[in-house]
């Protein structure tokens, strides 16, 4: 995907790679419902009991033991390498693109961080571990990335291309929209109501996440580069719940799944694409009847 160069002035981004303290660049104990892949790839690709992540993000970390400082030039931060600068960019097109929506609508938009981290940081919602994946944090609407991910998505996933890249950013980008709507709270409630219902609920909001993550990029399809849509919809695949646990030598249960099938994701991230229309994202609808 071709993108502009990012404006520094237009986002947001905190560097926590390195020591010393952290620097916010530009304008300045619960687990995120934003989280790619937390718990699948923690348990079932590095080995990670997710029990202690999601107690790690329930309680944090101390300061010290999370490395959760950053070490850069706030000048620089997104320029530490091409991944880096590649998440920026899409940050910025993110913010322009999804900004707008929000005019005339009852909701205010307020545009996310971009928390760059290695290995362990500290977020609103408690540690940030890189066995965890990208996630988004909802109590200080932040996307924390540590972008050995990327790395991660070609060698063990299988998810590989630039806007494999593009698509996860895109996607944590994607439960920001859910909590500046009240989407994510909505289910949040239910899923304490109805914790029979907490699994399918969460699905629902993953899948819509993939669908904004089509939006946006059927809003830019004129920054598209051939093979950029077959590389989303791979990544999707390949990061659904029931290809992880195949590929983890494991049944696929489906009262386990938390971000839905392969055969679902890619649905609705090829309905964003192909619709251009956040009002046809809506996940939930059939439950409306």
Same mark, same amino acid.
């Given at each position: 995907?071709?993108?502009?160069?990012?404006?520094?002035?237009?986002?947001?981004?905190?560097?926590?790679?390195?020591?010393?303290?952290?620097?916010?660049?530009?304008?300045?104990?619960?687990?995120?419902?934003?989280?790619?892949?937390?718990?699948?790839?923690?348990?079932?690709?590095?080995?990670?009991?997710?029990?202690?992540?999601?107690?790690?993000?329930?309680?944090?970390?101390?300061?010290?033991?999370?490395?959760?400082?950053?070490?850069?030039?706030?000048?620089?931060?997104?320029?530490?390498?091409?991944?880096?600068?590649?998440?920026?960019?899409?940050?910025?097109?993110?913010?322009?693109?999804?900004?707008?929506?929000?005019?005339?609508?009852?909701?205010?938009?307020?545009?996310?961080?971009?928390?760059?981290?290695?290995?362990?940081?500290?977020?609103?919602?408690?540690?940030?571990?890189?066995?965890?994946?990208?996630?988004?944090?909802?109590?200080?609407?932040?996307?924390?990335?540590?972008?050995?991910?990327?790395?991660?998505?070609?060698?063990?996933?299988?998810?590989?291309?630039?806007?494999?890249?593009?698509?996860?950013?895109?996607?944590?980008?994607?439960?920001?929209?859910?909590?500046?709507?009240?989407?994510?709270?909505?289910?949040?409630?239910?899923? %304490?109501? @109805?914790?029979? $219902?907490?699994?399918?609920?969460?699905?629902?909001?993953? *899948?819509? /996440?993939?669908?904004?993550? +089509?939006?946006?990029? %059927?809003? @830019?399809?004129? $920054?598209?580069?051939?093979?950029?849509?077959?590389?989303? *919809?791979? /990544?999707?695949?390949?990061? +659904?719940?029931?290809?992880?646990?195949?590929?983890?030598?494991?049944?696929?249960?489906?009262?386990?799944?938390?971000?839905?099938?392969?055969?679902?994701?890619?649905?609705?991230?090829?309905?964003?694409?192909?619709?251009?229309?956040?009002?046809?994202?809506?996940?939930?609808?059939?439950?409306?009847?």
């Amino acid at each position: 995907m071709r993108l502009d160069d990012f404006d520094p002035d237009a986002i947001k981004v905190e560097d926590q790679r390195g020591g010393g303290g952290g620097f916010p660049m530009g304008r300045g104990g619960q687990m995120g419902c934003g989280t790619l892949v937390i718990v699948l790839i923690a348990s079932m690709v590095f080995g990670v009991d997710p029990g202690q992540l999601i107690g790690g993000l329930d309680q944090g970390v101390p300061q010290e033991q999370a490395g959760a400082a950053g070490g850069t030039d706030e000048s620089t931060s997104c320029r530490i390498d091409a991944a880096s600068k590649q998440s920026c960019d899409a940050l910025d097109s993110l913010n322009k693109t999804w900004q707008p929506l929000f005019a005339g609508t009852s909701f205010r938009f307020d545009d996310p961080k971009l928390v760059f981290y290695s290995q362990r940081g500290n977020s609103g919602c408690g540690a940030a571990q890189s066995a965890m994946g990208p996630f988004y944090c909802p109590e200080d609407a932040g996307i924390y990335l540590d972008t050995d991910f990327f790395a991660t998505m070609d060698r063990e996933l299988g998810a590989t291309g630039p806007f494999a890249r593009d698509y996860v950013i895109a996607h944590e980008y994607g439960h920001h929209l859910q909590n500046l709507t009240g989407m994510s709270g909505q289910v949040r409630s239910l899923q %304490a109501q @109805n914790p029979r $219902r907490a699994n399918d609920l969460s699905v629902r909001l993953e *899948l819509q /996440a993939d669908c904004y993550a +089509g939006v946006w990029a %059927a809003k @830019n399809k004129d $920054r598209l580069e051939p093979g950029d849509m077959e590389s989303g *919809l791979n /990544a999707a695949h390949q990061i +659904g719940d029931d290809t992880l646990m195949k590929n983890a030598g494991r049944r696929a249960s489906p009262e386990a799944f938390t971000h839905g099938t392969s055969a679902q994701r890619t649905q609705w991230l090829r309905r964003g694409m192909e619709t251009g229309n956040e009002d046809s994202c809506d996940t939930f609808a059939d439950l409306r009847r």
